[in-house]
């Protein structure tokens, strides 16, 4: 029983809930952010630069003809073309942009986040309000100086 209510206390400390509504609310800025990219800048972007569209951007390397042994006659040795392949550099550089504006954002973000705080800080705390023992010797001196005048 005493893991269980451990577990339990642990759940229900509040960083572990800040910690889970961070992931789950970072993952869905990624995708807003992803969408923002791909969809919104990068088209006009690959326009103005002649039409490209960037995950279509790629390098075909040339096809490789390798000799191997004949299925039907192993001693003798026949070419073999292997398909060539591609580097996607086109995904590459979306996913860099990705990443550039997601972290451009969090930055503006926390440097928001940061400048409330500052202001918070900057806001003068309120007088602490007087003790029993000076709301006494504030009247003491209150009918002292009434006795004088």
């Given at each position: 029983?005493?893991?269980i209510s451990e577990f339990k206390q642990f759940v229900q400390r509040g960083n572990v809930v800040d910690l889970a509504v961070g992931v789950i609310m970072g993952g869905a800025f990624g995708k807003i952010v992803a969408s ?114």
């Open positions: 029983m005493g893991l923002l990219v791909a969809d919104v800048l990068m088209p006009p972007i690959g326009y103005v630069i002649g039409g490209i569209k960037f995950t279509d951007l790629k390098f075909q390397l040339p096809p490789l003809t390798i000799r191997v042994p004949d299925p039907n006659m192993p001693t003798q040795l026949i070419d073999k073309t292997l398909e060539s392949a591609t580097v996607n550099y086109g995904n590459f550089l979306q996913t860099t942009f990705d990443f550039l504006i997601i972290s451009f954002c969090i930055f503006m973000m926390i440097k928001a986040m940061n400048s409330l705080k500052r202001k918070e800080e900057a806001a003068p705390a309120p007088p602490p309000e007087p003790t029993a023992q000076e709301k006494l010797l504030m009247e003491i001196r209150d009918l002292l100086k009434a006795q004088q005048s």
